[in-house]
């Protein structure tokens, strides 16, 4: 399953900031993913749990937000919002695009909890 080994980079990745930021768990993160990952936002939080279990970021409230399909336009020289089935540019309707954003998948947000030590 592919969503189960890109909860796993997730998981990579949290550990490593939780190392930087001397925090001992993971209360929520935000994960943006673009149309055109090929990551499922209802496939991952199925196999956030899965990947999630005896981690620092079990129990990790796992937030999915849609990231924009954006195209540069080589023609124009435009930025514009696009369709996965249609990457046109907006302002002239040139197909000549590159895609610029909308094939990721990034950690947005994530929020710590510092464990203080009980005197
Ligand atoms: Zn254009």
Redesign the pocket.
């Given at each position: 399953m592919h969503e189960l080994s890109v909860c796993q980079a997730l998981i990579d990745q949290l550990e490593a900031l939780a190392l930087e930021q001397g925090a001992r768990r993971v209360l929520s993160l935000v994960v943006g993913i673009g149309p055109l990952s090929g990551v499922e936002a209802r496939l991952l939080k199925q196999a956030y749990p899965v990947a999630a279990a005896g981690t620092l970021a079990e129990d990790a409230e796992l937030d999915i937000e849609d990231r924009p399909i954006r195209v540069h336009?080589r023609?124009?020289?435009?930025d514009?919002d696009a369709t996965a089935n249609r990457l046109l540019?907006a302002?002239?309707?040139?197909w000549r695009?590159d895609l610029v954003s909308g094939d990721e998948l990034v950690l947005t947000r994530v929020e710590f909890i510092r464990e203080q030590a009980h005197v």
């Open positions: 336009c023609t124009c020289g435009e514009s540019c302002s002239c309707g040139d695009t």
